[in-house]
């Protein structure tokens, strides 16, 4: 799911390409996307985009008039800026939003269509779409760990919970606890002053960090793959690969349809965490540290 680096990228690119030019009119490929009803789709023809913003992991497109559009794009929607007019493609596309001087398609891969559009007036009705979560970038690091301690979780629960932290999932989440050198399933409630603010700066760091990076290898193009596993990546999507930081190879933990990637060394003290599926087959078999690990693979 794009998270808070690619979205603001996202924004980036739309900023460039769609405000202050009229939206000629919305085709939609799939009526499962559209999940308002009033205002209708239709009144967003001929109004003028006046810009575009970010609201946790959705998109506000700002319209004359104050009608907004409300873009989720889920885990597999994706945006591609295309010559005008052209033709949604069959089995992805959702819709078109068409200009002048080209077309916003909206794709999703998958066969679960889980990508939504709401039309909806007045900042109210935006602010109706606003998970409530705090902002990060932006925020201050008292806040942070207050709303931290304020949770029964562990540290990966909570900074992935839209309604604790705004804009951050499962990829970045597994950067930024790798920097602040924590351990995923620590409890919020164990958080100790230090490991609070180092949590925070990692947070704060490494999102700058992604959004800055994203927004200029793209300049002044459209980002034509927004993924959640990037090269430079420390332990995201690096399972058996070595930490940059102590060579040790990545671990994960399955669980749910998620995954948490950590490193022992430098997160858990060498203590391998247990992994929700096989640990519960293995029981008193599951090894406890990485050594032992490497012992039962050879």
Excluded at 34 to 60: D, I, Q, Y
Excluded at 197 to 220: C, M, P, Q
Excluded at 278 to 295: F, G, N, Q
Aim: aromatic share 6%; glycine share 10%; net charge neutral.
């Amino acid at each position: 799911m794009p998270e808070y680096p690619d979205v603001e990228l996202y924004v980036h690119a739309l900023q460039t390409h769609v405000v202050g030019h009229e939206l000629e009119r919305v085709r939609l490929a799939s009526p499962f996307l559209l999940r308002s009803v009033t205002p209708p789709l239709a009144a967003a023809a001929g109004r003028t985009v006046e810009g575009v913003r970010r609201l946790g992991k959705r998109l506000v497109f700002e319209l004359e008039g104050e009608l907004y559009l409300v873009v989720h794009l889920m885990i597999a929607g994706r945006l591609r800026w295309k010559s005008a007019g052209l033709k949604i493609p069959r089995k992805l596309g959702l819709a078109a939003f068409d200009f002048a001087h080209g077309s916003l398609l909206l794709t999703e891969a998958g066969s679960k269509k889980r990508a939504s559009l709401h039309v909806v007036e007045g900042e109210a009705g935006v602010a109706e779409h606003d998970p409530g979560g705090i902002e990060v970038v932006g925020g201050d690091a008292e806040e942070f760990v207050a709303t931290l301690r304020a949770q029964r979780h562990t540290l990966k629960r909570a900074l992935t919970d839209p309604r604790i932290f705004s804009g951050i999932g499962n990829a970045y989440s597994d950067e930024i606890l790798h920097r602040a050198k924590l351990s995923p399933f620590k409890r919020t409630q164990q958080l100790s002053d230090d490991e609070g603010n180092r949590l925070y700066a990692a947070a704060v760091e490494t999102l700058v960090k992604w959004r800055d990076k994203l927004i200029t290898e793209v300049g002044d193009g459209f980002p034509d793959k927004v993924t959640a596993f990037r090269p430079g990546m420390a332990v995201h999507g690096r399972y058996g690969e070595p930490c940059p930081e102590c060579g040790k190879p990545v671990q994960r933990i399955l669980y749910a349809d998620n995954e948490a990637n950590y490193c022992v060394e430098c997160q858990t003290g060498g203590k391998l965490l247990a992994d929700r599926v096989l640990s519960r087959l293995m029981k008193d078999d599951w090894p406890k540290t990485l050594e032992e690990l490497e012992d039962r693979k050879r």
